[in-house]
């Protein structure tokens, strides 16, 4: 399975659980998703051993990024737990451009054409969301 196959399938599987996550759990399931992605990361992390070292810049570039990722979760659950699901559907059809933005203007990555997909593909949900 390839690795954006399983990145889709982890990202539905956590929004499928945001939407069950009743108002009365706060945002402990952000919280708990934040902290099962990186327990899953932390063994692939290890393997990778020196290889893996960042630069102190890049480390709070990527640190920034989780953020911006864990304010669009927060937001999606949010919007879920007061049953506003058109503001909801929108926030989740903007995640996967969210990350390639903040990775090609914070740490400079090429925006190939591969890459480029995500945003079009989010910038076309969007748009046919709104007209829906």
């Given amino acids: ?52 070292r960042l630069p102190a810049r890049r480390c709070a570039q990527a640190l920034l990024i989780g953020a911006g990722a864990a304010l669009g979760l927060i937001l999606y659950l949010l919007a879920a737990q007061r049953q506003l699901p058109a503001v909801a559907v929108v926030l989740a059809s903007l995640y ?11 740490v400079h990555e090429p ?9 079009a593909g989010a910038a076309m949900a969007t748009v046919l969301l709104t007209l829906g």
């Fill in 96 to 106: 996967p451009a969210l990350p390639v933005i903040l990775g090609f203007a914070l």
């Fill in 111 to 119: 925006l190939t054409v591969r890459r480029a997909i995500g945003p």
């Fill in 1 to 52: 399975m390839s690795d954006g196959l399983l990145a889709g399938a982890g990202v539905a599987v956590q929004y499928l659980a945001l939407g069950r996550a009743g108002p009365s759990s706060g945002l402990w399931p952000v919280a708990a998703g934040r902290v099962a992605a990186v327990l899953v990361l932390l063994p692939v992390a290890a393997g990778y051993g020196r290889e893996l």
